[in-house]
Each structure stands twice: as C-alpha cells, then as structure tokens.
C-alpha cells in the first residue's frame, strides 16, 4: 500500500501498444472512487480505453458520472470546504492496494515545481493536501460528473459556501448549481453574490425554464 500521484503516472508506456497512459477515469457516487480504465494516446490525446490495471483489454468509454481525473480534476479548480475556498489542482492522490483509489488532491506550488522536473525546489515548499470528501469540483465538466452521479451533492454546503463555490463557474454552469439546489437555497445564495451576478443568473434560470 502506498501514494501515488497521478503525475507519475501520466505519460507511462503502456507494454505492447505503441501509447502512454494520458488519462484516468473513475466512476463517481460510491464511498471510493476506484480507477476503472485508462486512456491510452499520445500527449494529451485519448484514442483508446483499456481496463485498468492489466492495461490489455478493451474499455467502454467515459459516460456521465465518471470523471475524466486529467480533463475533469487536474490543472482545475475544487472547492475546499474547511477552507471555503477555491484552489487549483496541482496534483491528483491515489492509494494504491490492489485497485488504485482517488484519496485527495495536491494543492499549491510544491505540486506544479514537481510535474516540470524540480523536485529539488518543490521539496522545499510547502504541500497542502485535501482529501476527496472535504472538496467539490468547481470545473464545468467536473462538477457535471459530481452532480450526475449523486445530484444532492452540494445541499450539505452553506449559502456563503456556494456562492463562493459559484463565483468560479461560467454562467451557465452556476445555473446548474442552483438547479440542483431546493428553491429556498438556491435564493439564499442568490442573497450572498453580486447584484449583477445574481441578476444574471436569474435571467438566465428564467431562459431555460
């Protein structure tokens, strides 16, 4: 058993196949999220999926409730809910026991100094760690996935919490956040943005209903 980043992974030849791993996916809304496939290509490119961990037979593809942890999770932002924050991912975490389970994310420069090599200078910096219960994707298609697959996923959060969360969002994915809240919620962090936010929101609720 021991901790591996999904850095370290990213780019691994793949024996047999003429690919390197550039992707995982996980599917969401169980206790852990286990790796189920890998995608194989090149550079950023998926051109095919394989189970994971033998890497050897075919997979299906990605459907909605699974997240894509490089397109969906790494280089974007989560919400930290200790922290009532945004921050951006600089690193995914997994346990490695047989399958490979996604315990948290790396957040912080330490992490963006080791993908680029310097491991010298990122040991020198600090590292924060949040693990995946205490955080929420604050990405389109990452919180697309997180609300798929469990759609009360963010009732549990505090007005002021979602209108933090919603301030990263385009537009049209706030929207969906309120959406998934009970209307009385939904106006309470309606109370807590901007009046321009809001008023846009609204209009834009209003559009689609």
């Not at 550079?43 to 999926?49: C, E, F, L, N």
């Not at 790494?74 to 945004?86: E, T």
């Not at 962090?189 to 609720?205: D, I, K």
């Amino acid at each position: 058993m021991g901790i591996v980043r999904l850095s370290e992974l990213l780019g691994r030849p793949v024996p047999a196949t003429r690919s390197r791993i550039t992707d995982l996916v996980a599917p969401l809304g169980a206790d852990q999220l286990a790796v189920r496939a890998a995608g194989l290509g090149h550079r950023t490119r998926v051109s095919d999926w394989v189970r994971w961990p033998d890497l050897r037979s075919p997979a299906p593809e990605p459907v909605p409730g699974e997240l894509r942890l490089v397109r969906d999770l790494l280089d974007g932002q989560v919400f930290d809910i200790a922290g009532n924050r945004l921050v951006r991912v600089g690193d995914v975490l997994f346990e490695e026991d047989g399958d490979l389970l996604l315990v948290g994310v790396e957040v912080g420069a330490a992490s963006v100094w080791r993908r680029l090599g310097l491991r010298r200078v990122a040991d020198h910096l600090p590292t924060t760690v949040i693990e995946w219960p205490d955080l929420h994707p604050a990405t389109g298609a990452g919180l697309a996935h997180h609300l798929a697959a469990n759609p009360a996923a963010l009732h549990q959060l505090t007005a002021p919490q979602l209108a933090t969360l919603t301030s990263g969002l385009a537009t049209h994915h706030a929207a969906m956040v309120l959406d998934h809240l009970p209307p009385a919620h939904a106006e309470a962090v309606l109370g807590h943005l901007h009046p321009s936010r809001a008023a846009a929101l609204t209009r834009l609720r209003n559009l689609l209903l």
